[in-house]
């Protein structure tokens, strides 16, 4: 899996990161490496959708989705859901 990212939001991402600490531009302090890389991650999982819609629960349409509305249609039409 290749990331991406574009040099520019790395940059934005380590200089917001920088402001954020009142520190210098550097990214070895303590945590702030750990706040880099956490926004790298959404910005590539912004790039991979799979990925994102894996991470985030993603039910494809057809399937327990489907399903759920189903039943919450019937429970709503029977007096079951007020």
């Not at 070895?28 to 799979?50: P, S």
């Not at 759920?68 to 429970?75: G, I, M």
């Amino acid at each position: 899996m290749s990331m991406k990212i574009k040099p520019e939001a790395v940059a934005s991402i380590r200089k917001m990161a920088a402001v954020c600490q009142g520190k210098n531009l550097s990214t070895k302090q303590a945590g702030l490496d750990r706040f880099v890389q956490g926004y790298l991650t959404i910005f590539h999982l912004w790039e991979d959708e799979e990925a994102l819609k894996e991470m985030a629960g993603y039910v494809p349409p057809g399937s327990l989705q489907d399903d759920l509305l189903e039943r919450a249609e019937n429970l709503s039409r029977n007096g079951g859901i007020s």
